[in-house]
């Protein structure tokens, strides 16, 4: 049973992009170190005629992915019919934040004044050709490093209701590299009501008996005390719900790194940070008739940008639920 891959593509054209890159957006002298923002925006952006100044266009246009990790489209192929697929009550990964750093290699590396960024988060939306913003709940941490503020910044934590077109930053919670973050997303009511809770552990436990390096660390959640937790929740009603259900054109389920663009400069991707490697633990979704799916049955995907280098994570399947993505520059499969 393998489920319809799904990638999300970037056109882009590297001779002029691997110029600007990292970017370096309009920042008022006095603004605070973390200031900066993704934009979460639902598909990638595309270079838009008249933008030749930031990214030109050629014969040679190839098309590039933003997102490594893995998506699980829903419902598998030939296990019912389309029209009735069961509902997705709760989506759920756990993950240590990563350490956010400048690049050491390839076209965006050693910008001691450059901003590079990365995105980590799971999500439920609607398979193509549903692309509304109504389609999609999602959530989870972005990390960045500011060359001119001293280096690593503040992570953000940020959750996207359906009918948003952009994200909102998760209140008072605070989240910092290194701390074992578990996010949750839920359906209540047939659809009618969503919500997000995530909950932060700190340091976490040790290894729990893994091999050194392992980042995900995680031992038994369910046996720790959270630090802190958070949950939004938000009523779509019964129109709402019935244009989310994606019953006409499938749903996928998501746990991805993501290159997003900054706030203020929406045309391109950012320059990807490096970051620790990452692992998903717990990476499953439950469905109203009880049945569990984890993120083997997914399809994994790298980022791949040739602007910063080629292929920019690698990502694989580590068994019991595990995704890890590690960060390169250009490497072959």
């Not at 593509?9 to 200031?35: D, E, G, K, V």
């Not at 979460?40 to 266009?57: D, E």
Request: glycine share 10%.
């Amino acid at each position: 049973m393998k489920p319809t891959a799904f990638l999300a593509t970037l056109t882009l054209t590297t001779s002029t992009y691997a110029a600007i890159l990292p970017a370096q957006p309009f920042r008022p002298r006095n603004a605070p170190a973390h200031h900066y923002r993704l934009l979460h925006t639902l598909t990638p952006p595309l270079p838009a005629p008249g933008q030749g100044r930031m990214l030109s266009f050629s014969q040679a246009q190839e098309a590039q992915s933003t997102r490594g990790g893995a998506v699980l489209a829903l419902p598998p192929v030939g296990a019912q019919p389309p029209s009735s697929p069961p509902a997705v009550t709760t989506v759920e990964g756990t993950w240590r934040v990563p350490q956010a750093d400048a690049p050491t290699s390839g076209p965006t590396a050693n910008n001691s004044v450059g901003v590079y960024a990365a995105s980590f988060w799971i999500g439920l939306s609607a398979a193509a050709p549903c692309s509304a913003a109504s389609t999609t709940l999602r959530a989870g941490v972005d990390v960045f490093w500011d060359g001119t503020f001293g280096g690593e910044q503040s992570p953000f934590a940020w959750y996207q209701f359906p009918g948003q077109a952009t994200s909102t930053g998760m209140g008072n919670f605070s989240v910092a590299a290194g701390d074992l973050v578990r996010f949750e997303l839920r359906a209540e009511d047939a659809g009618r009501w969503v919500e997000v809770a995530v909950e932060n552990f700190g340091a976490g436990p040790a290894t729990d008996g893994r091999e050194e390096g392992d980042d995900a660390a995680s031992g038994d959640v369910g046996l720790l005390v959270p630090r802190q937790r958070a949950s939004q929740r938000f009523e779509l009603g019964d129109a709402a719900s019935a244009s989310t259900s994606a019953a006409d054109c499938g749903r996928r389920v998501s746990w991805l790194v993501e290159d997003f663009p900054l706030a203020g400069l929406p045309d391109v991707p950012v320059a990807l940070a490096n970051f620790t490697s990452v692992t998903f633990e717990d990476a499953a979704v439950t469905s109203a008739d009880g049945q569990v799916r984890d993120v083997s049955e997914a399809e994994v995907m790298d980022i791949r940008l040739d602007a910063q280098g080629g292929r920019l994570t690698e990502c694989e399947l580590m068994g019991e639920g595990r995704l890890r993505c590690a960060r390169v520059v250009g490497e072959d499969e």
